[in-house]
């Protein structure tokens, strides 16, 4: 999965760190681990992992001419987006983990409101006659519990005011009234960072909320909720990245607990970075388009399992692989019909791609006709603009035809390349690849 220089000169020295292992000395460890016992173990990484990875074999290449690529005006420093959305009145909405910026935009792309608020706005959902909007506390690895959930009036962020504090580094949250009383109920999935987990925040008769954790574990990264034992209560689907990478399906009983059911595992080494529920082939069963691509924790090397994986739900709430795509360093999949012929096709970004051979395929989308080989569609030095953290697939112009926007972030960038001081220079925030079709 590694090869012997990652495994030599980063994972175990890590691992040793972690499991108490003092490899300067001949003595027993707090974990029980001689010196000698330690010393087979590392032999035995140096001598069966490769020298090199294989390299992911690509489908065909091909440039992408249905979209327009449409560059704001405005320069908001170093481009560090942590979220990107279109509002409902044809603005965007977005938030800059460098600056600690919250930008409301009209649709021609000037201010309409700022404001100065803890780091990394990560996600906004409506309910009724409220928004609210979710913030990370630290884009940065911490251990500090700095994340808030906000609630304010529609169009009105000044007055925001934090319902639920000292979050662990959240990233993700979805709202349904579990408790049926009319107020809206939270998950959230705190990503963290050797703690974490996903917590559920029913609403009280106080208006306050009420934190119970479903699952005490680090990394989660997004969530879905579906019924999908159609018993008529909302479930709960959720991909956890990090150490122990996997995703879990958790049932409802109804009564705000969660029958735990592993779906699928993954290796640590894949880095999962998302995961969406769309139903592609047009059954009316739903596919799990999960990616795998976070290639940050080492310096990055080309891993020929990254890419985006499609998964069906059979009988006994198991995973089955229909198809996969490589894409190295994959971190999100966007499902939709770009191109207008009545099938889906999947926009993707890659924020770890091969920076020295396929700069290009930062962003793509796939053909997934099965009758011919996939197609990558890539728009030509598109990556010259940003390096894409964020994307959201809409109808921007109300013409019935998906757009997409790329936002962009070059905070901390790895692995290293000249194209960082392109971007820092150029400081472009966010891209509208406007559709087209119609």
Request: one cysteine or more; proline letters at 7%.
């Amino acid at each position: 999965m590694l090869t012997k220089e990652q495994w030599a000169k980063h994972v175990l020295p890590k691992m040793a760190e972690f499991m108490h292992v003092d490899t300067s000395s001949v003595s027993n460890t707090q974990s029980g681990f001689s010196r000698e016992i330690w010393k087979s173990i590392t032999a035995y990484y140096e001598k069966n992992a490769p020298e090199v990875l294989p390299i992911p074999a690509l489908p065909t290449i091909d440039t992408l001419k249905r979209f327009q690529v449409l560059i704001p005006p405005g320069r908001y420093g170093i481009p560090s987006l942590t979220m990107l959305r279109k509002k409902a009145d044809g603005g965007f909405c977005l938030a800059d983990a460098n600056t600690k910026s919250w930008l409301e935009l009209r649709a021609d792309y000037s201010i309409s409101k700022a404001g100065e608020i803890t780091e990394g706005g990560v996600d906004m959902l409506q309910w009724k006659d409220h928004s609210y909007s979710l913030f990370m506390g630290s884009f940065s690895p911490t251990e500090e519990a700095l994340g808030l959930l906000l609630k304010h009036p529609l169009g009105a962020i000044e007055r925001a005011s934090v319902i639920a504090d000292s979050l662990q580094r959240p990233v993700c949250m979805r709202a349904h009234d579990w408790n049926k009383d009319g107020a809206p109920d939270f998950v959230i999935c705190e990503f963290g960072k050797y703690a974490g987990g996903l917590s559920l925040y029913l609403s009280q008769p106080d208006g306050k909320l009420k934190r119970s954790v479903l699952q005490s574990s680090p990394g989660a990264v997004s969530a879905e909720l579906r019924d999908f034992n159609k018993d008529g209560l909302m479930d709960i689907v959720v991909l956890f990245a990090q150490a122990n990478e996997r995703i879990d399906l958790m049932l409802s009983d109804g009564k705000g607990g969660f029958k735990i059911i592993n779906l699928m595992q993954f290796p640590a080494s894949y880095g999962s970075s998302s995961l969406k529920l769309y139903d592609l082939d047009a059954d009316g069963m739903e596919e799990f388009i999960y990616t795998a691509g976070d290639n940050a924790d080492f310096p990055a090397i080309i891993k020929p399992y990254h890419g985006i994986y499609i998964y069906k739900m059979v009988p006994g709430y198991k995973l089955k692989r229909t198809a996969f795509y490589p894409l190295p360093g994959a971190y999100a999949a966007h499902p939709g019909d770009f191109d207008g012929d009545g099938k889906p096709e999947l926009a993707c970004i890659s924020f770890f791609p091969d920076w020295e051979k396929h700069p290009e395929l930062s962003f793509v989308i796939i053909d997934l006709d099965q009758s011919k080989k996939p197609t990558y569609s890539y728009i030509p030095d598109l990556f010259k603009a940003g390096r894409w953290i964020v994307m959201e697939s809409t109808d921007i112009e109300g013409d019935g035809d998906l757009d997409i926007l790329l936002g962009s972030m070059t905070m901390e960038t790895s692995p290293a390349t000249p194209l960082t001081a392109l971007w820092a220079k150029n400081k472009i925030p966010f891209v509208v690849l406007r559709n087209l079709n119609k």
